[in-house]
């Protein structure tokens, strides 16, 4: 061999490990981050999944509850008494120790005890104990997350709060658990009583509204583009609209969605159903150019088998052009729908902002769905939504994976029926 | 030491004997009177007339790029399904002008099946390949018929005994021979008349060409089968008319023997002894 032969070897060889390396560190680079944000999430959130309750006995004082006006009576300062009597103190003449333990158990244990005298008045005048969640801050300080060494200006919760807590965790009367409510809840005021079902719902709803009405149409036109349109000047029109429209900015989607659907079509803002319309016209371009695709790639020796054989043009396509595509069309709606079920400016537009207390009860009601939720929760106030925050975006997550995992089933099903 | 390699000769089967029977001339089955073929504004085949008979082979002969296929695929009016194809003139069969506006391809291609040069079978079960044609064609009125004429046609193609046990399988998963076999049993399935065949042989090792040139002399007792080919020895085997086309025209059409012992014309002789192509 020449030397220069052997030198111009050396560099190629040289080139090909120099592009391994490329390779390489860009995939540790993507991956690091991935693992970043998923590991910062994750701290974040991971909190959230358990909680603390507590028991107290409570003594219904007939004094207090009006058994007339079950509704009107207060049953936080009731529960609040009852914490006062453990911790072997009493109200003062401002209410000062009495707001200061409402401060730190749920309001969801008078609620409790307002159900249970509705449906056995004769109650009234007796002791029972009631469990339910501590009040947000007071879960943080169990959890580590708000410290005694912060200045007591600095800290939602006094010293004196800080000693109950630390009594009655010592009592046994505090236990952590998991964190039932979050998943069984929708949102609240109260961040301890704020739950991710209704978003959970919601974005479900949405997303089959979105489904429905996308994948048919996507579907269907892209066929027909592909298998049917002649190729003209006004097909190309079409074509490169399409491809446009893969690219308009989501939140004029939004945008259109106010001024078409609801302002003029009428159609009931924040809903599942118009949300799910508006993501549908967003996932359309998408699945029109992954299903266009798809059938490009099926090979025309099929198609010319089956005209061969005397199938009309229709049912070729659908027979044999269609199936054999579909593993494609599968992934390529999975991947818009995700893509669908993260977006939150559109949906902003078309006032799905709002505050809902509840699971959606229709199509037409108002909801709330996973990232908006996510959206809410990380401009809230107190400090238990930020954990919340992670959680929900968690769940989000899941929602994805367990989406792209149907995907992958649905598509090694397509694929091996013959 | 002593390199010991023993060479055995490839068997190579060809068709049964090469009997071209010029003696029975068959009657015209499609008559094609002045053929124009333009792709866009190009003209592929100029004025093309010729008869093809029927129960007996006539094979396209022609170097590439001649429009030997685009001849073939008039005649079960495949073109139509190309953009841009635009064909002119007449292709009477039976008595009737396929390019009538009256006839639907759909019907016309029953009649006519069509083999292509690489094996094309459904990505489905070898059964429902056969099955398919006579389904969408409401040929068969029950499920036994239906298995009847799977079984005939797998017969037919002398593919019966390879895999009446594996019917189940995909079609994908069996030879190239194979394949090509089960195709055209597909085509034999919907009882067609006419059986086109675009270079059948040429994605197929020489055994397996040998069983298809077999197949193919006794499809010929059934059908009028028209093949498109690119060998000359395949031609000479197989058919008992050729016709030789020349960039877009047709030269020479007679009987295979004439054809290639004593041709007139002497562009044919140049591209059968290899001096064109």
Redesign the interface.
Known sequence: MTDIAAARLKKRHAAETRFRVYGRTAIIIALSFLALLMGRIGMQGYSTFTTNTVSLSVYLDPARIDAGDLEGSNFDYVVALALLKKMGETDDDYGTNASEAMDLVSRDLGFQILNRLKAEPGLLGKTITVTGPMKANADLYYKGQLKRETAQADRRLNNHQLDWLDRLKADGDVKSGFNVAFFTHADSTEPEQAGILGAVMGSAMMLLVTALIAVPMGVLAAVWLEEFA??NRWTDIIEVNINNLAAVPSIVYGLLGLAVFINWLGAPRGAPLTGGMVLALMALPTIIIATRSALKAV?P?????????????T?TVF??VLP?AMPGVMTGTILSLAHALGETAPLLMIGMIAFNPGIPEGFTSSASVLPVQVFIWENASERAFHERTAAAIIVLLVFMIAMNAAAVILRRRFERR? | MVMTMTLKPPVIRTAAPHSHHPATPQPTKISVRDINVFYGEKQALNSISVEIPGKAVTAFIGPSGCGKSTFLRCINRMNDTIAGCRVEGQIVMDGQDINDRSIDPVVLRAKVGMVFQKPNPFPKSIFENVAYGPRIHGIASNKQDLEGIVEASLKKAGLWAEVSDRLNQPGTSLSGGQQQRLVIARAIAVNPEVILMDEPCSALDPIATARVEELIDELRQQFCIVIVTHSMAQAARVSQRTVFFHMGELIESGSTEEIFTNPREPRTQDYITGRIG
């Open positions: 002649p190729k090979p020796s099929i198609r010319e088998a089956a005209l061969g054989v005397g199938a009309s043009r049912q027979h044999h054999q013959w």
